[in-house]
T-cell receptor
Framework: DAGVTQSPTHLIKTRGQHVTLRCSPI?????VSWYQQVLGQGPQFIFQ???????GRGNFPDRFSARQFPNYSSELNVNALLLGDSALYLC??????????????FGPGTRLLVL | TQLLEQSPQFLSIQEGENLTVYCNSS?????LQWYRQEPGEGPVLLVT?????EVKKLKRLTFQFGDARKDSSLHITAAQPGDTGLYLC?????????FGSGTRLSIRP
């Protein structure tokens, strides 16, 4: 079975532009989470979607939005890009296991560079 | 605001030595995960600990969850160059997963 896939792998944009990142979860997983990882830091939680509904939101501005489709794939959109948005954007899909415990599996990420 | 602090931030040791990495918080987590991340890749889950005081072993790696479920440690015995990478702890609470800033481990042959 394929793991979590993300596209594109790399992206270069300029300030003020808009970007859409895509994620396909592991087959059978209904939850997708998005993280931003700036160089030298741990991932920061942006959003979690479960069954196409937003389940959680991190401390990010409204320029960041996401959605989940009926096939459980997801898009992360960032408007009005800033230099500080340059980062590795990670998608994780998860299943709910024993006792409601969630295990997240990460994709390889999309590296975004804003010039 | 929930925070997870990892220490040390950087660690460079000789092959064959032992090491311990710490993950501390003032918050209680329902579970805690340890990941390893290599350059250009996403984090890979190593272990999940759930019960206070729980100890899990994965070959030469030993993971412990604090009794109060606020902290955790990762101990590596006889480190090998293949252990090199960024080690991240992450705590689960409500609908969020909070990551620590990571410990960058380098094992010299």
């Amino acid at each position: 079975d394929a793991g979590v896939t993300q596209s594109p792998t790399h992206l270069i944009k300029t300030r003020g532009q808009h970007v859409t990142l895509r994620c396909s979860p592991i087959s059978g997983h209904k939850s997708v989470s998005w993280y931003q990882q700036v160089l030298g830091q741990g991932p920061q939680f942006i959003f979690q979607y479960y069954e196409k509904e937003e389940r959680g939101r991190g401390n990010f501005p409204d320029r960041f939005s996401a959605r989940q489709f009926p096939n459980y794939s997801s898009e992360l959109n960032v408007n009005a890009l800033l230099l500080g948005d340059s980062a590795l954007y990670l998608c994780a899909s998860s299943s709910i296991g024993q006792g409601g415990r969630e295990t997240q599996y990460f994709g390889p990420g999309t590296r975004l560079l804003v010039l | 605001t929930q925070l997870l602090e990892q220490s040390p931030q950087f660690l460079s040791i000789q092959e064959g030595e032992n090491l311990t990495v710490y993950c501390n918080s003032s918050s209680v987590f329902s579970s805690l995960q340890w990941y390893r991340q290599e350059p250009g890749e996403g984090p890979v889950l190593l272990v999940t600990v759930v019960t206070g005081g729980e100890v899990k072993k994965l070959k030469r790696l030993t993971f412990q969850f604090g009794d109060a479920r606020k902290d955790s440690s990762l101990h590596i015995t006889a480190a090998q160059p293949g252990d090199t990478g960024l080690y991240l702890c992450a705590g689960s609470s409500a609908s969020k997963i909070i990551f620590g800033s990571g410990t960058r481990l380098s094992i010299r042959p």
